[in-house]
């Protein structure tokens, strides 16, 4: 399901967040947007936090955290065990208001979650964020990890911090699917 509603090929590359290109796209808000593959996601999410232990809150960066911070959150209420809150981390503070960088309840320890990782710089900025506010924050669990395995490694090294996924974006993109093509204004 995951790779049938998010997989994008493009016969022209596709800008990605990281600054990379790339003639494929994991458009993970087709799933999160499907009440079954958001439920999917959460218990997958779930199960994946459950492993950490002792996680309090989830969320990540926005946009692509939210969603899922809110249905793990969910989830986790009615699936036995302790519920754990949902935040996410703003990229720039609101101008308004109390001027936060991070919204909802944060709780430490805390897991960082994201649809896709490639660089992992998003989620770097996150854990900063985080780490600024006095919270314990090493794990970063993602639904699609994009890079390779020696950058995976060098980025946990370098950060201090463990990623583990839900899917690597090779084992998607060998299974046989579906594609989505984008609208050529999304290019």
């Known amino acids: 399901m995951i790779a049938n509603l998010s997989l994008v090929r493009a016969e022209?590359?596709?800008?990605l967040a990281s600054g990379d290109r790339s003639d494929h796209y994991f458009d993970l808000?087709?799933?999160m947007g499907d009440p079954?593959?958001?439920?999917?996601?959460?218990?997958?999410?779930?199960?994946?936090?459950?492993?950490?232990g002792g996680?309090?809150?989830?969320?990540?960066?926005?946009?692509?955290s939210i969603p899922i911070s809110t249905a793990i959150s969910q989830y986790?209420?009615?699936a036995?065990?302790?519920?754990?809150?949902s935040f996410y981390v703003r990229k720039q503070p609101k101008e308004h208001g109390l001027?936060?960088?991070?919204?909802?309840?944060?709780?430490?320890?805390?897991?960082?979650v994201d649809d896709v990782v490639t660089s992992g710089s998003s989620a770097l900025k996150a854990f900063e964020t985080l780490k600024g506010e006095g919270v314990e924050s090493t794990n970063l669990v993602a639904a699609v990890y994009r890079?390779?395995?020696?950058?995976k490694k060098r980025l946990e090294e370098e950060n201090g911090i463990k990623i583990d996924c839900l899917f690597r974006a090779s084992e998607i993109l060998e299974a046989p699917q579906q594609v989505r093509s984008p609208s050529p204004s999304k290019l």
């Open 80 to 85: 036995g065990g302790v519920a754990v809150s």
């Open 55 to 64: 996680i309090r809150s989830v969320g990540g960066l926005e946009s692509g």
């Open 29 to 31: 808000k087709q799933v």
């Open 147 to 151: 890079g390779t395995p020696e950058a």
């Open 36 to 52: 079954r593959g958001i439920g999917l996601l959460a218990r997958q999410f779930h199960s994946r936090i459950q492993r950490i």
């Open 99 to 112: 001027s936060k960088w991070i919204e909802g309840v944060l709780l430490s320890p805390a897991v960082l």
């Open 12 to 15: 022209e590359s596709i800008l």
């Open 76 to 78: 986790s209420a009615s």
